[in-house]
């Protein structure tokens, strides 16, 4: 488990509380500060005309860091050659089902199954259910990467969709351009506010 938090942040400490019973392996992988891009690094790794073709209006700094953190996360997966990987971000809340949930059962061929979903809509028949949760495959985009189980062809994937970022980390490709999936109803929570996915539809 690779847990992406801003070094000296209170938030450290507050994830590896929760994370105390987890019986596997996992580790911090620090943030990018979006106080301290320089001038070089914002024109060389972001494209502001891209982003609002994308996006609709540019990212400020912290949402460029943001991005460009889990990038690192999506890299460290493939430097280690890693079949998945689950990728939190320091603000999850992992909720009661988090711990039992059956990891390897994920779909075959996934790119993503994010864990956490403010928005978007999801085909309504399930394509999957583990557990308590059913995996839906999305029908639109979907907001928020707090948590999420990233294969090895999806971080391939996402790491070539931010050589430049031109969207912000939730995500660099919408889920119709790549095996994007959905834990229903949410896996892990948010510490600033609970959150509920839309509707599904057909």
Same mark, same amino acid.
Request: with cysteine; charged share 25%; aromatic share 8%.
């Given at each position: 488990?690779?847990?992406?938090?801003?070094?000296?942040?209170?938030?450290?400490?507050?994830?590896? =509380?929760?994370?105390?019973?987890?019986?596997?392996?996992?580790?911090?992988?620090?943030?990018? +500060?979006?106080?301290?891009?320089?001038?070089?690094?914002?024109?060389?790794?972001?494209?502001?005309?891209?982003?609002?073709?994308?996006? @609709?209006?540019? &990212?400020?700094? *912290?949402?460029? *860091?943001?991005?460009?953190?889990?990038? &690192?996360?999506? @890299?460290?997966? &493939?430097?280690?050659?890693?079949?998945? *990987?689950?990728?939190?971000?320091? !603000?999850?809340?992992?909720?009661?089902?988090?711990?039992?949930?059956?990891?390897?059962?994920?779909?075959?061929?996934? +790119?993503?199954?994010?864990? #956490? =979903?403010?928005?978007?809509?999801?085909?309504?028949?399930?394509?999957?259910?583990?557990?308590?949760? *059913?995996?839906?495959?999305?029908?639109?985009?979907?907001? #928020?990467?707090? @948590? #999420?189980?990233?294969?090895?062809?999806? =971080?391939?994937?996402?790491? !070539?969709?931010?050589?430049?970022?031109?969207?912000?980390?939730?995500?660099?490709?919408?889920?119709? +351009?790549?095996?994007?999936?959905?834990?229903?109803?949410?896996?892990?929570?948010?510490?600033?506010? +609970?959150?509920?996915?839309? =509707?599904?539809?057909?």
């Amino acid at each position: 488990m690779l847990v992406i938090s801003l070094p000296g942040s209170e938030r450290r400490s507050r994830i590896a =509380a929760r994370l105390e019973r987890w019986p596997g392996a996992w580790e911090f992988v620090d943030a990018v +500060d979006g106080a301290l891009l320089s001038t070089e690094t914002l024109r060389t790794l972001y494209d502001e005309r891209a982003t609002i073709r994308n996006f @609709g209006r540019p &990212l400020a700094p *912290a949402e460029i *860091a943001c991005a460009l953190s889990h990038r &690192l996360a999506y @890299g460290i997966v &493939l430097q280690r050659n890693l079949a998945s *990987a689950i990728i939190l971000e320091d !603000d999850a809340v992992p909720g009661v089902d988090f711990q039992d949930f059956p990891f390897s059962q994920a779909p075959e061929d996934f +790119d993503v199954v994010t864990f #956490y =979903a403010r928005s978007g809509l999801v085909r309504k028949r399930p394509h999957r259910t583990l557990g308590s949760h *059913a995996v839906h495959r999305a029908a639109s985009k979907v907001r #928020y990467a707090v @948590g #999420y189980l990233l294969s090895l062809r999806g =971080a391939k994937t996402f790491l !070539d969709a931010t050589k430049i970022i031109s969207n912000p980390a939730d995500w660099p490709l919408h889920p119709q +351009d790549c095996s994007f999936f959905v834990a229903v109803p949410n896996l892990v929570g948010h510490e600033e506010e +609970d959150s509920q996915l839309d =509707a599904p539809r057909n």
